[in-house]
Structure formats: C-alpha cells, structure tokens
C-alpha cells in the first residue's frame, strides 16, 4: 500500500526566514506528486506538480518553489517567508483507476508565519 | 476555463436531518467530479467521485448523482450524524487527470446536537 509523510507537522517561523517543507511517499513507483495550499477555512490552491525527477511545473508560485531531488521526494521551499504564507500546506499523489486520476492528500504541515 | 461552484458557505443542522450540499460547475469537456470532506486540522479525504450521467455514487451513507443536462453533482446524505460535522469541497477535473483539479470554495457543514 502506498503511503505518503510529510514534514514538519507543525512549523513556526518568522517574516523573512527561510522555509523547507519535504514530502516524501513510499509503495508507488515514479509518482506524479503535487503541492496545495488551503488558507485557513479556505479552498485548496495548487501551487506545483512534478511527474518526474527534476521536473517540477509552477502552477500559483506565491513566492514559492518546488524541488523534487528523488522519484519519491518532493520538497517546497522559500528563502523569505511572508506573513500571506501562513496556511495549511498538503502533498498529494494521484491513483489512476482507469476511469479517472484520483488525488490523495497527505496529512499536511500547519505553517504560522509571524 | 473550468469553475465549480458551491453556493452555500456554512450549513447548520440538527443530528438526524437529511442533507443537500449544492455543487455546479462549467467545463466544455467530459466531466469528472468529486466530493472531498475534510475534517479539522485534518486532510482532505476523498468521499465520492464521478463521470456517469445520471448514475448515483454512494459512500459512507453520502450519496450524490452527476447530471450533466444541468451540470450538477450535489452531495446528499438522508440521516446527518454529529461526526458529520466537517468542510467539504466539490472538485472537477475535465480530463480525468488528478493534477487538473479544480475545486470549489467549500461549505461547512455543522450539525448540532
């Protein structure tokens, strides 16, 4: 079965720090991996996807980038946060059941920028 | 381009009332449609999904039917339980390609005591 972990849960940090928010997914080989930002309450944004290593397309950057360094990694990234980061950010993956992809989130990391 | 719409923002009910969590949308091409629910501090979870017209889904005691003559896909449940209580998103891929979601802004769903 195929699992997906992101990391940190949780993260803190101040206007203008750096960021690094990794996502990594296990029992899928050569995965099409996505990222999505959700204000708080909000809709779900998608920001990135990568159908392959060293493949990512910007979807909203948001002063935002996206890396994927190996087939099952996929890690977002910022030199200087800003308060409008603040929000809920998700991975996800797609399974294709022949009729349709389907998206499959990840548990998310809760990101506070103050 | 593709839109969904779901009109209604917050929805408050009584445990045990039925449920209609309206979801429309515009695509020029073959509709795939899915209902997410998500729960507090929670992910988004998928709860439903379809592309044939007029055929009801059903999961978990929610349902909902894709008519394309008026291009709807409303969630329905006959019988809402406090656990009910969560954000749900309709969402709309016109290609059947998971990285061209495009969702709807969410409605609360409520339900009291």
């Known amino acids: 079965a195929q699992t997906i972990h992101q990391w940190p849960v949780a993260e803190i940090k101040a206007v203008g720090s750096p960021l690094s928010l990794g996502c990594t997914i296990k029992?899928?080989?050569?995965?099409?991996l996505y990222w999505y930002w959700q204000a708080t309450g909000g809709t779900l944004q998608q920001l990135f996807y990568?159908?392959?290593?060293?493949?990512v397309e910007s979807v909203v950057q948001l002063n935002l980038s996206a890396s994927r360094p190996k087939d099952d990694q996929f890690i977002l990234s910022t030199e200087k946060l800003l308060l409008s980061h603040s929000g809920f950010y998700l991975c996800?993956?797609?399974?294709?059941?022949?009729?349709?992809?389907?998206?499959?989130f990840g548990s998310g990391t809760r990101l506070t920028v103050l | 381009g593709d839109s969904v719409t779901q009109t209604e923002g917050l929805v408050t009910l009584t445990k045990g009332l039925p449920v209609m969590l309206n979801c429309t949308y515009q695509?020029?091409?073959?509709?795939?449609l899915f209902w997410y629910v998500q729960h507090l501090n929670e992910a988004p979870k998928l709860l439903l999904k379809?592309?044939?017209?007029?055929k009801r889904t059903e999961h978990q005691g929610f349902y909902a039917t894709l008519h394309k003559s008026s291009s709807s896909f409303h969630l329905q449940k006959s019988s809402v339980q406090l656990s009910d209580s969560a954000l749900y998103f309709c969402?709309?891929?016109?290609?059947?390609?998971?990285?061209?979601?495009?969702f709807g802004t969410g409605t609360s769903l409520l339900v009291d005591p």
């Open positions: 996800a993956w797609v399974r294709d059941w022949g009729l349709a992809e389907t998206l499959y």
């Open positions: 695509t020029t091409y073959s509709p795939f």
């Open positions: 969402a709309l891929s016109d290609s059947g390609m998971g990285y061209k979601l495009t």
């Open positions: 379809s592309s044939t017209d007029n």
């Open positions: 029992g899928k080989s050569s995965p099409n």
């Open positions: 990568s159908i392959t290593v060293g493949q």
